[in-house]
Structures are given as C-alpha cells and as structure tokens.
C-alpha cells in the first residue's frame, strides 16, 4: 500500500493542532492557577469565524479584519487560546492599579495574560517541532471570542490557524483593497 502524503496531509494537520491543544494546556501557569481555554475550530466553523471577522470590520473600518477573514480560509485547523478573567490576588500593579481590588472588572488581570502568552508560546513550539504553518492572529481570537467559541467567560482570546503547505500562507499577506 502507498499513501501519498496529500491524501492524509488534513489529518495530520489536526493531529498537529491537537498536540498544540496539549501543550498550551501544560504551559506554565501564574500562581499554576489554570483559567486557560483551549480549543479547535475546523470546517464550517473556520467559515464562521471568517464571517465574524468581516462583521467586525465594517463595524471597525479596520481592513486587515478582511484581509486574515480570507486568510483563514487556508487553515485545515484553528487552535484558540483565550482565558477565563480571575485575578490572581497579587497586588502586583502589572495591570496598572495598585491592587487587585482596585482594579476594574473591565481590566484584565495582567497574569492572565501573561498566561495566555506563555500557552500561545508553548502551542507554537510545539507547531514548530511538527512543522507545521501558523501565525498567531488577534484578529481571528477577537472573532472567536464573540462568536463564544471558548464559552462565554472566555477572555483576550487568540488564534493560531494551522496548514501544511510548500509555503506558510499566513505570511506575505496583500493588504485587502477595498473598491
């Protein structure tokens, strides 16, 4: 039997994109308190996502919402990675208040940032290891993260769309024109 790479290759991307899904999960944690979401997108949900992204620029006016709309039609997977607001009780100003019962609601707790950057970089490496194409993209988690896609708790929600391509199609980008 001969299994041409091209026949599996969809497969083998969320293959990937599972394992990145395991390892955002086991990144380090601030206080290793765990409030990270994590999750998938594939097929028709991919063309939800895209559809959100151009509500959200012509709400917006901001044309790159267009342009990573078509981008991540290229995607044979989406991993989100987002998290759930609870303050760490630190006092640690990172978030520019001088204390966690200082700060408004509405501002989120600087360590769980922190937190979904340390799982984004963990989910990349990983993606690296396997060779896969992706791109962090802001644009695409803003989508998911009203689309709930994470739940509704969810929070400062980002993308990495995943391929397998002869070239990364999330790079060299045209900017989209607009007519």
């Known amino acids: 039997?001969?299994?041409?790479?091209?026949?599996?290759?969809?497969?083998?991307?969320?293959?990937?994109?599972?394992?990145?899904?395991?390892?955002?999960?086991?990144?380090?944690?601030?206080?290793?308190?765990?409030?990270?979401?994590?999750?998938?997108?594939?097929?028709?949900?991919?063309?939800?996502?895209?559809?959100?992204?151009k509500r959200i620029s012509a709400e917006t006016g901001l044309k790159f919402f267009l342009r990573d709309a078509e981008n991540i039609l290229q995607a044979d997977a989406i991993v989100l990675v987002g998290t759930r607001s609870q303050t760490q009780g630190l006092n640690c100003g990172h978030c520019g208040y001088a204390t966690c019962a200082a700060k408004p609601e509405a501002v989120p707790c600087a360590i769980n940032s922190v937190d979904v950057g340390i799982a984004i970089g963990s989910a990349c490496a990983m993606a690296s290891d396997m060779r896969v194409d992706t791109r962090v993209m802001f644009s695409a988690g803003l989508a998911a993260q009203r689309l709930h896609f994470l739940g509704e708790e969810a929070r400062c929600v980002m993308a990495i769309p995943v391929s397998a391509s002869s070239k990364n199609p999330f790079f060299d980008r045209k900017p989209h024109e607009t007519k």
């Open 1 to 53: 039997m001969v299994t041409n790479e091209r026949d599996i290759r969809q497969q083998l991307v969320r293959e990937a994109a599972h394992r990145m899904m395991v390892a955002a999960r086991t990144a380090p944690k601030g206080k290793g308190i765990d409030i990270v979401e994590i999750g998938m997108v594939t097929e028709e949900d991919i063309a939800r996502l895209s559809e959100e992204m």
